[in-house]
């Protein structure tokens, strides 16, 4: 099974801030990877599919990189909005979450 | 606008049995694959199963297979899970989701992958005495 870990596992930044959260995959999975937002109480958010590639509709201070096993998701000025958990996730067999990342505001 | 409702989430003891129902519109339901994703309270996203577009073909993770079962219904627009077995780790927020799927091949095996673009509010299991 492909196991996926992210880092940090929470992160403190303030509106404004640029912010990075890296994703490891325990094998190649070139860019079949996907990230989602996830708010308290509500479902997940597709954010980027295939690595770099924007959902319709997610802003574009939000951006993908990497393939193979090592991917980052940058936000490039934090707003308010954006505080919440962000998880990766494999799509080259089956599907495999990431731990996540809890974004807080310090 | 695609729309996903689940439902049939509760308290049930540890063995016993539940069925979730998620409705689904805003789609051509036989076109598309769909899938269950579970998270157990605080903790992250647990993919639990899949099934095809015609309903022939289901797959589920290690942590559930021989005990969950998937089925759709194209006349009600309806994909179930039976969850028998239940165990405490079974708890959970079970999400309906829409996914984007590929079959791929990785180490000479095809199975299916997916990525989510749509998904349910989710409805909630409990297992406990």
């Known amino acids: 099974d492909i196991q996926m870990t992210q880092s940090p596992s929470t992160l403190s930044a303030s509106v404004g801030d640029r912010v990075t959260i890296t994703c490891r995959a325990s094998q190649s999975i070139n860019t079949w990877l996907a990230w989602y937002q996830q708010k308290p109480g509500k479902a997940p958010k597709l954010l980027i599919y295939k690595a770099s590639t924007l959902e319709s509709g997610v802003p574009s201070r939000f951006s993908g990189s990497g393939s193979g096993t090592d991917f980052t998701l940058t936000i490039s000025s934090l707003q308010p909005d954006d505080f919440a958990t962000y998880y990766c996730q494999q799509y080259i067999s089956y599907c495999t979450f990431g731990q996540g990342t809890n974004l807080a505001i310090k | 606008e695609v729309q996903l409702l689940e439902s049939g989430g509760g308290l049930v003891q540890p063995g016993g049995s539940l069925r979730l129902s998620c409705a689904a519109s805003?789609?051509?339901?036989?076109?598309?694959?769909m899938g269950w994703v579970r998270q157990a309270p605080g903790k992250g996203l647990e993919w639990v199963s899949g099934?095809?577009?015609?309903?022939?073909?289901?797959y589920y993770a290690d942590s559930v297979k021989g005990r969950f079962t998937i089925s759709r219904d194209k006349s009600r627009n309806t994909v179930d899970v039976q969850m028998n077995s239940l165990r405490a780790d079974d708890t959970a927020v079970y999400y309906c989701?829409?996914?984007?799927?590929?079959?791929?091949?990785?180490?000479?095996?095809?199975?299916?992958?997916?990525?989510?673009?749509?998904w349910g509010r989710g409805t909630l299991v409990t297992v406990s005495s």
């Open positions: 805003g789609f051509t339901f036989s076109n598309y694959a």
């Open positions: 989701a829409k996914p984007v799927t590929f079959m791929m091949t990785l180490g000479g095996v095809v199975a299916p992958s997916y990525y989510f673009n749509y």
């Open positions: 099934i095809s577009g015609s309903g022939d073909t289901a």
